[in-house]
């Protein structure tokens, strides 16, 4: 190969074009991965991660392959990271050349990045010595001295510099990313959305919660406008740890959003990100938020992500990664499930958007939903984030954990928004509280005893369970009476569920509904009477907001806790329910469940009996993993050393078992809607870069499937590809062509409840 002959990183785009050129995508990726990290001190040492990240593609073979793959689009199939991996280690960036190596198959062990890179550069010396006769050319500026571009604190802390590289290697991946995708779109430049003008949208914010709220005064109403001066008033304040423990019902979400836009535009900050536990809220928040922020004729600023797809597999298509989510938008609606299992991912697609929280207000609603389990490099996570990289954390909840009783949160400063929590909860304590736990009531019995009300919410622990109830309603009661809400049934077609119940409530009308945990954290409705099946505590306490929400009842509402003698629960329920019952209910009569004293006790006792702080607890055992900085062991568990395989049960996880994102066109309202949903689905399939906006139009009617149901091979049947091809597995998109029940979603028929997640 003539040293002077053009070097390309890509082939012509599909429909034909120029090539791309090598050099441009080095430095169009250096200079993107370094305005994605500046705001931390990290945007020197992300520039050269860029530039050195494909200087492998220099090698003669490689150039020569790509030329003859190029009218067919297949991959080349020769290492191109290597080299540049050797020369930022070399130039002493050390463990943070694992950015380099990792920007397609993912970061690894850093133990073993070195020994992996040298036998690669072994396997072909001569692509190597090729590929390096040509670093002078393709970067003349690349100093004989990285390390010093490492800040210091970086090198001494391991955690803090394990943190580093996630962002660092993140920025390079979505720099990466959208300068190819520009590349094969034919576009001058990437696509980067503008930062946005916190001030404005704060101002918007302010007139229109106004005008929300204009003509609604109440007592209740009185106290969530003090809730909402506190924030705001917070807001001044310098970057940090928050804490607004409000009770149920004291407007925390748009307390929680003007604080945090408040914050942002004060502090010069490039978004606001809102996570929250369950599918039912990030819906919720996002239409909430979409109408204090969202302007017609303008880009939306409201993001709503809650899907996930394996853009890293194989199967799902060489360009598909180029589709990955990377959150860029001002304002962020998410579930806990993505943001932390993103944050602690090592591939390239799951991890692209997760530099978007240096720098950024990240809100998290219903905080005392996170799993326990996983606490440890939860709190850790955040800590550093705060600590190191320019963020600030809200957590928002009626129920706040204990979290400054563990190690990790121990000595980490913290704000709360309400100066005296215990007095706003006795002002706004709104229900009392009835126990049925012996003798223990069927569900039947509890469905009868609902339907002499002329309004009522029960909340059962399955889908089983809530199948149960809905049937002998639906069997029994007239139309419209009756309703039901699952995750078996898509984001669109819960909220036109919950615009119903709420009507009715409105109107007085007769209303039963029924439906499993997802709506007893945040879920803005308001019935007289409350059933709960026996749960842990902030369960309880949580489906209790939904009783008596405004305070209209002179008595209070009624919340009846009962143990169905015919109920289900989830596996980790048991040790809680237990810690519950030390603490609350019958024998207990003195301790009020929302006392902010009596649940502190609880959550300390709760973080005791499961040990926690135990060496060998799966989340102190990956925060040794981090100290590491060993990024398969968090992601995938350590190596078994009877098996020689990953113990998966010792990884970072949210969720026992990563659901199946499923798109449910027949949830859509009405037949057009259903047919356009289905010729989108067909474009994407077809596709050979899936569409980033065909694909968060899909959101709103997508769900996600329990794993379990790849055992079934009636289920499997109906389960068609979208993104991937083969049979239907963990991280696909898939289409359900099945049935699909109008009152209760995707028809999984028989034993449906327990494939559904």
Known sequence: MSDMRP????????????????????????????????????GDLAYWLGALHDVGKAACAW?????AVAATGAPVGIDHKALGTWVANERGLGGFANAIFGHHGGLIDTPRLLPTVQCRLADAPANVASAQGQLARLLPDLPEKLGHLVPDRWRSDPLVGEMALRLCYSAVVDADSLDTSAHFEGLAQPRIRPDADFGHLYKLFEQRRRNHLSGRATAIGGLREQVYADCLAAAERGR??????????????????????????????RRVIVAVPFLTITEQNADVYRQMLDEDDAEPVILEHHSQVNFDDPSAGRWARLAAENWDAPFVVTTFVRLFESLYARKPSAMRRVHRLANSVIVLDEVQALPYAMLAPILDGLRLLVQHFGATVLLSSATQPSFWALKEFRDVPCVDLVHDTPKLVSDLRRVRYEWQLDPKPTLADIAAEAAVQSAALVVVNTTADAKTVFEQWRDAEPGGVAWHLSTRMCPDHRRRVLREVRLRLSRGERVLLVATQLIEAGVDVDFPVVFRAMAPADSIIQAAGRANREGRMPDGGRVVVFAPVDGGQPPTYATLVGCTQRHFGPGNEDAEPDDPEVLGRYYQDVYGTLNLADAQHVGQLIQQARQRWEFETVTDGPIDAGTGQRDRKKAFRMISGDGISVVTPQGAETLDQRQDLEHLVEELRRALIPDLASLRRLQPYTTSLHP?????????????PIIGSGSARQGMLVEWTGGYDDATGIDLDPGPEQFVI
């Open 708 to 720: 379990s149901i790849l055992r079934r091979p009636e289920v499997m049947a109906s389960l068609r």
């Open 240 to 269: 940090g740890v928050f804490r607004l423990g409000a009770p149920t019902g004291a407007g925390k979400t748009l307390a929680s959003g003007g604080f945090a836009l408040r914050h942002a535009a004060k502090h010069g900050l």
């Open 7 to 42: 070097l390309w990183a890509h082939s012509p785009a599909f429909g034909g074009g120029p090539w791309h050129a090598l050099s441009d995508h080095l430095r169009s990726t250096a200079e993107l991965a370094q305005l994605f990290t500046a705001s931390f001190g990290g």
């Open 63 to 67: 150039q020569d392959k790509l030329a």
